[in-house]
């Protein structure tokens, strides 16, 4: 019991001790919602017109069939910022400052995903924000809005658990960015984030309709929009606790390791 009391105490303060960081720069905070504040614009205006004809949403607006998949890519990329995050502090020397320190180990990894979670929380409200303006309504009512977003930080919590074992794995910020990158715009793309998967290859609708983040959209459709989620709630909720399930371990092994 003292164990885990100190290990949430000093989670809870490297938590702190991160989020200060964004407090004193905060343009971290804004370059880290410039790119999905883009990608929201140049899809509804560019591409919206093209698609709305192909999808099948209350109200018929692509801009309420769009902004559930650019939620899921603000949190991947937020993931992305946690392993390039911990490639960093273990480049530049602190975390060698961290294990002098009689603190738990885990404090370090765990501190660094509830930040980032923390962060794509507010993320996740100024592109709703956003999406509001141009156009966006919920459909499901206020608790379909709340619901929405506790799936999609619960996701990006998960995944981010997956790029903190890379930026270990990798020796710099540079290239674990380059590495999380190549991982995560297959997945994003060949999703139903933007399109329906009907309208793509008929080998890829099989992948596409399988993974991850075609699931976690479809969730968050669900509650935003109110049309049926397949199960996709569920299936979300059995993917994010498998992969915490593996890459919790596999990231306090790497830390280990690469600190031994």
Known sequence: MNALRQ??????????????????LPRLLFFSVI????????????FGGALISTIHVPGDKYIDYLLPGILVQLVMFGGVQTGIGLAEDMSNGIIDRFRALPMSRIAVIA?????DTIRNLISSLIMISVGMLLGFRFHNGFWGAVLMVVVLLLFGFAFSWIFAFIGMMIKDAETAQLASFVFIFPLTFASAAFVTVQSMASWLQVFARNQPVTIVVDSARHFALGIPANGATWKILTWSICLLLIFVPLSLWQYQRRNS
């Open 7 to 24: 290990a949430l105490r000093d989670t809870l303060i490297i938590t702190r001790r991160n989020l200060t960081r964004y407090i004193r």
């Open 35 to 46: 790119q999905p504040i883009m990608f929201i614009v140049l899809f509804n205006y560019v």
């Open 111 to 115: 501190g660094r995903t509830l930040s």
